[in-house]
């Protein structure tokens, strides 16, 4: 077996038995990278060669994690590397500063192998919304990765880094970890810092691991969760150890499965193996119960307008001024305002704000804002509500697994309903892991969300873990990289 | 839902984006099927909901109101198109 091939708490064993050596990980994530970055097409920017470099000046490892590799979704603020967000906007953004959570892996000492690809300004469920370039799912090059963290599941699925930092709007860590057959979790609302995190949606924004595993998922979490005086979003909770939920047990666990989950819109062999999952929990001892969440058939539209509400106010800072692109057509200071903006931002992110501004304008915002935000109020409502009698809720993560590149660009509704089953989690703001729970008869991987109640991460990992190690998932199917 | 085209050059100005001629119409059909999407909500009763601005309940966070200097201000400056003497460079506005 190959050091890639390894999740990083094998490697952490081996590097504490004296086995193998930091210098060895990392150049195996580089010929790994040499070897496979030109198919799957994950990085923006590559930073190997730095952090070799570090790696070999560190003589006896200080930290547990000091030299263990990690590759970065460019959203987050790297300080002295370019933070593009796949967007022609900020190609030559070279972030003055560090993201908290880059604060927190550089205190651990770990070292970045690079920026991952995303759908520009994290909005998309493809990856095929980025300015620079596509990423392909490894399991098959002919299809997309998902989005928005594209670039972030498929280096991990394709072992080029060992785990990796993506950001959740509506999906965007757990759908591609879905359909790139990884784990992907969201946490709560406010459990890490965004502070440095390029803004899509604030009051949805969260950033979470993407990992091999369940048990890499929740030392990941340990290393990034916690207040941060610098985004007042973020929520003042007791620090815990989530690697102690980690534990193969769900006797007595109470899931609840909505049945508006498994209706319209979800693919039939996506449904299928996710109710043979739940099954797999009732032989393990858990109380399975189906109920009706009806509200979650709103959730959709009532994120895209929450989100594209925010969008198209945060994206208002990019004006050619400061930082980000300028344009060269302009006489006047507003010519640099609106050439800079219509010229540095791709389709997508247009067609989003045109829709953030138009909910927001005079004569529409009591009609589409404040109804979704009221909306909004009943998710959340209907989501505590659920809480009170299960402690899991399990759906599935995406309604279809990855389809060809370029099948459904054409139609951005059609998009938008990729989100269907993830956006409601990031509405109620409570917490969802995704884990891989079987392969399509294409051998596309398909994964199933466990959802949770605010700030009980513990509760979904220690449900995620006892299936994965009911079932050894990855030791059973492996990326192909077939055509 | 209909859009109209003066409401899309409407929007596109309020939003500081120029829409040429020909992406008019796209545009309008995207903002129109979305927003039709859209409608569902308003089959939802929300009398005397109010509205969530998050999902956490945390208000009024406050913190002392102290000046901290940011430590490396080229970092900052290096990504403007146009500086000088430690400033941005703009048109002349008057």
């Given at each position: ?184 979790l969201k946490p709560t609302y406010?459990l890490v ?13 969260q950033i979470g ?12 979490l340990?290393?990034i969760a ?205 917490p ?25 991460e ?26 | ?94």
């Amino acid at each position: 077996m190959e050091l890639y091939e390894l999740t990083v708490h094998e490697l952490l064993e081996k590097l504490d038995n004296k086995e193998i050596t930091l210098e060895e990980i990392t150049k195996s994530y580089i010929d790994r990278i040499n070897d496979k970055e030109k198919d799957v097409q994950a990085f923006v920017t590559l930073t190997d060669k730095e952090a070799l470099g570090k790696v070999q000046t560190i003589k006896e490892r200080k930290t547990k994690f000091e030299g263990i590799p990690i590759g970065i979704k460019d959203n987050m603020c790297i300080k002295g590397t370019k933070t593009t967000c796949s967007s022609k906007m900020l190609e030559n953004f070279i972030a003055p500063y560090n993201a908290t959570v880059i604060e927190k892996l550089n205190e651990e000492g770990l070292v970045s192998l690079g920026k991952l690809n995303m759908d520009e300004f994290a909005m998309g469920t493809t990856t095929e919304h980025s300015a620079f370039k596509k990423t392909c799912n490894p399991w098959n090059l002919n299809k997309v990765p998902g989005g928005s963290s594209g670039g972030a599941a498929s280096a991990v699925a394709a072992n080029m880094v060992p785990w990796a930092l993506g950001s959740d709007t509506g999906g965007s860590i757990r759908q591609p970890a879905s359909l790139c057959g990884v784990v992907g979790l969201k946490p709560t609302y406010g459990l890490v810092s965004r502070y440095g995190l390029i803004a899509y949606a604030s009051s949805l924004d969260q950033i979470g691991p993407i990992t091999k595993d369940v048990e890499d998922s929740a030392i990941l979490l340990n290393l990034i969760a916690g207040h941060d005086e610098k985004d007042s979003t973020s929520a003042n909770v007791d620090k815990k150890d989530y690697t102690k939920a980690l534990v193969r047990d769900v006797k007595g666990l109470k899931i609840g499965v909505p049945k508006e989950y498994f209706g319209e819109g979800i693919n039939e062999e996506v449904s299928i193996s996710v109710k043979n999952a739940i099954k797999k929990y009732e032989e393990m001892g858990a109380i399975v119960e189906e109920f009706s969440l009806p509200i979650a058939d709103y959730a959709l539209a009532t994120y895209y307008i929450i989100a594209c509400a925010e969008a198209s106010s945060n994206l208002g800072r990019f004006d050619g001024i400061r930082y980000g692109y300028r344009t060269k057509n302009f006489e006047s200071l507003k010519d640099i305002y609106v050439n800079s903006r219509t010229e540095g931002f791709g389709d997508e992110v247009k067609r989003r704000i045109i829709l953030g501004t138009y909910v927001l304008s005079s004569g529409y915002y009591d009609a589409y804002y404040k109804k979704a935000q009221k909306v909004r109020t009943l998710i959340k409502d209907q989501f505590n509500s659920a809480f009170e009698k299960y402690d899991v809720i399990i759906a599935p993560t995406a309604p279809n697994v990855a389809f060809n590149i370029g099948e459904k660009s054409n139609n951005p509704l059609e998009l938008y309903m990729e989100d269907l089953c993830t956006v409601p989690i990031n509405v109620a703001g409570v917490p969802s892991i995704s884990i891989p729970c079987g392969v399509n008869s294409e051998g596309m991987p398909i994964g199933m969300q466990l959802i949770g109640k605010q700030f009980d991460e513990e509760t979904i990992i220690r449900a995620a873990y006892t299936y994965e190690q009911e079932t050894k998932f990855m030791e059973n199917y492996r990326p192909t990289f077939k055509n | 839902m209909a859009v109209s085209k003066e409401e899309i050059l409407h929007i596109a100005k309020l939003a500081d984006l120029k829409i040429e001629e020909n992406e008019i119409d796209e545009y309008a059909k995207n903002l129109e099927d979305i927003l039709n999407f859209a409608q569902i909500i308003n089959s939802v009763d929300t009398e005397n909901v109010k509205e969530s601005i998050g999902t956490l309940n945390n208000v009024n966070v406050f913190r002392k109101d102290e000046v901290k200097e940011f430590e490396d201000k080229e970092a900052l400056l290096q990504n403007a198109t146009e500086q000088e003497d430690g400033m941005f460079r703009i048109p002349k506005v008057i």
